[in-house]
């Protein structure tokens, strides 16, 4: 998709001070500023142009009980049957129970949903019991992202920074408040206050070596809210969609779950539809079980782990079918020599979502004062060990909404904060914050900051970080973990991590005084800032889930342990982070 004009703020025009802070412009962070009361100045920040997110890749769908055979009770059972136990009950149904608002909202913006006559056309998906599943054509995400940008672009409240870089969050340092964030913006290091903050980053598949996530999904939310302090939830709980496409060359471009609810075969190289080996729904199963077949299967004939695959067969759907449904598919496999029509998909299981996030409650609210955290960044309770098919974009849709209770939540904040930390918090955990998240403004701005900037020495290391670590995480904490690899592979990325530290780069940045503003006077310093950055949080990412997954001695829904591989009831809990302090939320009753 090409790049919109965006009404991107000159440096010297970017104001100090905003009523909220979006940062990150996928479907998520633009609902939510849409939402927003349009008395509040909104600042939307976003690394690239507003386009390049997960959710534009987003294919299936949005999954909405709308039918008359369908109800919102079968989805709610449908997402905790999914969730493996996990689901917070009254979020699921909450998420469910705001659905046909939300769509009804995209309706009247102008999303441009398929149709089957004068309804709306629902699709079936795997683990849903009825067809629910609202789509346009195969590029649901690019059409519901298209049609929130263009609806963000005409609202004079919200100004976008683009091509910009929150380093860390701003914290007061006598309340403990968020108060803004550092950002890296036109080669400057800048100080912007904010009443709210909003994290709306993504996910964070580029910390796994297969993924169908885009390179922006670098986890920067999660790990900008861990360094602050935040509570975090149920990190090791990665989604392995089961057909990315598998070609040397090749980007892991996701065949929708879709195509198999439309009727299309998982077959191996003898054609044999193997998924039924594994489980009576087959293909159709939920994701973790899809993934897990594909892998045991692709290991029984001792497959490449990098480049094995198996085969998705469209066949089997009407070609007719084919071309209306999945346009985009048919284009994408073309571009790699593949007709849909006389041959089969080659595919192989690839990061696709990160259950786990930033917790955070029915408002959005976090354990920080005035931080909140929205879509895949957030830990809602909604998908619990495994999400239903179709539910992300719904649960970016409904919980972004909630942002037009702002003003109400803020007031409620004093009183629920004691409440919601006693909830998550069994001790009080007195550390060290992370340098550079929390101070006053600062007057003091450092113009030749430039000599920090990593010379070709470290330029290298830091490349050679970016490419060994997915590689790492990927063996380590993919489909299948154990206790030893994942013990070996923490202990690696300790090393990793203070090798990055001692980097005069991250001796400068991870020493900044809050409020410190500084000047870069190379051409290249925004890419350089970014690209450390981004590793920074891989880095710390790549560490919370593989110590969670560690942590977590039983296999329930997206993390299975070959050395537990039964799912204990004394696990039925959430898994809550807290800077290096992991412990057990008490049972859930599902």
């Known amino acids: 998709m090409n790049s919109i004009n965006l009404k991107s703020l000159p440096q010297q025009e970017i104001p100090i001070q905003f009523d909220v802070l979006v940062v990150g412009a996928g479907a998520a962070g633009l609902y939510a500023a849409l939402c927003l009361p349009d008395w509040y100045q909104v600042g939307l920040i976003t690394k690239d142009t507003l386009p390049l997110s997960a959710s534009d890749w987003a294919q299936g769908g949005i999954a909405a009980a709308i039918d008359p055979t369908d109800s919102s009770l079968l989805h709610i059972e449908d997402t905790m049957r999914a969730g493996a136990g996990l689901c917070d009950k009254e979020a699921v149904q909450f998420l469910v129970e705001e659905a046909a608002s939300c769509i009804d909202s995209l309706v009247d913006m102008g999303v441009a949903f398929d149709r089957k006559g004068t309804y709306l056309a629902l699709t079936l998906e795997a683990a849903h019991s009825r067809p629910r599943v609202l789509h346009a054509a195969d590029t649901t995400g690019r059409a519901m992202v298209s049609t929130l940008t263009e609806q963000v672009l005409r609202r004079q409240n919200i100004q976008i920074i683009s091509q910009a870089f929150a380093l860390s969050l701003w914290l007061n340092p006598e309340t403990g408040e968020c108060q803004g964030i550092c950002l890296v913006y036109q080669n400057q290091i800048s100080w912007i206050r904010a009443g ?39 990190l090791e709980f990665v989604q392995f969609h089961p057909t990315a496409l598998t070609k040397p060359g090749a980007p892991r471009f996701l065949i929708s779950e879709a195509v198999r609810g439309e009727g299309a075969h998982l077959v191996d190289s003898q054609g044999r539809r193997f998924a039924f080996d594994y489980h009576p729904a087959g293909e159709l199963a939920p994701r973790d079980v899809v993934s897990r077949a594909i892998f045991s299967h692709l290991q029984q004939i001792a497959a490449d782990p990098a480049t094995g695959h198996v085969f998705l067969d469209l066949r089997p759907i009407p070609q007719e079918k084919i071309r209306h449904r999945f346009p985009n598919i048919i284009q994408v496999c073309q571009r790699w020599g593949i007709d849909v029509f006389h041959e089969p ?75 919601q930390t006693a909830r998550m918090q069994d001790e009080t955990i007195q550390e060290k914050p992370d340098s550079g998240s929390m101070g006053e403004l600062s007057p003091l701005t450092l113009s030749h ?32 973990r154990s206790q030893e690899v994942l013990e070996n592979a923490i202990a690696q990325i300790e090393v990793w991590q203070q090798e990055f530290a001692a980097l005069s780069l991250s001796q400068y940045l991870m020493n900044l005084i809050p409020g410190q503003r500084a000047s870069f006077d190379l051409p290249d310093a925004d890419q350089q800032l970014r690209t450390w950055g981004e590793t920074h949080n891989l880095l710390d990412v790549a560490y919370l889930i593989l110590k969670s997954a560690a942590f977590r001695t039983e296999s329930r829904g997206g993390h299975y342990r070959t ?28």
Request: positive net charge.
């Open 196 to 234: 709210a903050v909003v994290l709306a980053t993504g996910g964070g598949g580029q910390v796994f070596a297969q993924t169908t996530n885009p390179s922006v999904s670098t986890g920067d939310g999660v790990a900008i809210a861990w360094r602050a302090g935040a509570i975090l939830r149920d």
């Open 563 to 590: 050395d537990f591989s039964q799912t204990s009831p004394s696990w039925q809990v959430h898994t809550l982070v807290q800077h290096q302090h992991w412990w057990k939320s008490p049972p859930l009753q599902n």
């Open 449 to 480: 900051p430039s000599s920090f900037i990593c010379d070709s020495t470290e330029r290298d290391k830091i490349e050679a970080l970016r490419q060994e670590l997915p590689r790492l995480v990927w063996q380590s904490a993919g489909i299948c």
């Open 345 to 419: 998909i080659p595919v192989a299981p690839a990061a696709h979502y990160w259950m786990g996030g930033v917790a955070s409650d029915l408002m959005n609210r976090t354990s920080i004062p005035g931080l909140y955290a929205i879509g895949e960044t957030a830990s809602t309770g909604v998908h619990g060990a495994n999400r239903l098919a179709s539910n992300s974009l719904l649960e970016c849709l409904v919980f972004g909404a909630q942002l037009a209770h702002l003003k109400s939540s803020q007031k409620q904040e004093g009183k629920t904060r004691k409440a």
